[in-house]
């Protein structure tokens, strides 16, 4: 029950800042939204009043480590979109790892 | 700098969008609190900002801004290509903004109950997120 929660209450946020981003111009200005804390908002609520505070705490710390990795990522996504116009999605896909190498390397380093 | 809302860009979107948003927004946040129940909150934390909705958004961008160059009898796959760089671009400016609510999460849930924690979080996001923006746009 509390994952077909999350699932409905994630996908909602995540509709929500989508259309929000769609509606936007300029586009780089719609693109803010794509970067918005939706997973967070969808969670953090029931994982506070299940875990308590001190998890939720702990969360927002890692996921400093986390939101470095996706400005990583971003970066090296639009600039490969810009300079060799691969399509969108394989872009972004095959890029991922970049998100996944900073985010591990900042937990090995400071979050560990 | 001109800046406006465009509520015709909805009628682009088709339902199976929408609907494929939905699903994928659902499954990253359920992924993402199946980690941290497996592995704790330091790991979990870190998926809070994982990137998962950006591939298929900035599928999405492309998709529309071909179908947008097609009707004008254009190939737009260049066109399309570049929308999608400048939506990632605002993503990363995002993703500042994104970094300061996790600082922001971080230091007030100890102090602060959970919903002023959440709106200070929030305005830090909008704060960063669009003064990034703003600053990058004027470089």
């Known amino acids: 029950m509390d994952l077909l929660l ?6 909602s946020v995540v509709s929500l800042f989508s259309i929000w981003g769609d509606v936007l111009k300029p586009k780089s200005l719609g693109g803010v939204f794509a970067g918005a804390p939706t997973i967070a908002l969808a969670t953090i609520l029931l994982t506070a ?17 986390g939101a470095v990795a996706f400005f990583a990522y971003a970066c090296v996504v639009s600039f490969t979109l810009m300079r060799f116009k691969p399509s969108a999605l394989k872009c972004a896909s095959l890029a991922m790892p970049v998100w996944a190498a900073v985010a591990f390397a900042i937990w090995a380093f400071w979050l560990r | 700098m001109h800046m406006s809302l465009d509520f015709g860009k909805l009628k682009m979107t088709t339902p199976g969008d929408y609907i494929s948003r939905f699903v994928f927004g659902g499954l990253v946040t359920v992924a993402a ?5 497996r592995f704790g909150p330091v790991i979990g ?6 990137p998962g909705i950006l591939p298929p958004g900035l599928t999405l961008t492309e998709k529309h801004a071909v179908e947008k160059k097609a009707q004008a009898g254009e190939s737009g796959t260049r066109f399309g290509r570049a929308e999608a760089s400048v939506e990632a671009a605002g993503a990363s ?3 500042l903004g994104l ?3 996790a600082f922001a999460i971080w230091k007030s ?3 602060y109950p959970l919903l002023p924690s959440l709106s200070i979080a929030f305005g830090a996001w909008l704060i960063v997120g669009f003064s990034a923006w703003w ?5």
């Open chain 2, 135 to 139: 600053i990058r746009k004027r470089m």
């Open chain 1, 6 to 11: 999350r699932f409905v209450i994630g996908g």
């Open chain 2, 99 to 101: 970094i300061a609510f």
């Open chain 2, 93 to 95: 400016a995002g993703s």
């Open chain 2, 109 to 111: 849930m100890l102090i």
């Open chain 2, 45 to 50: 934390g870190l998926f809070l900002a994982f």
């Open chain 1, 49 to 65: 009043h299940k875990e308590g505070a001190h998890f939720v705490a702990i969360e927002g710390r890692s996921m400093m480590g």
């Open chain 2, 33 to 37: 609190t199946l980690i941290a129940n």
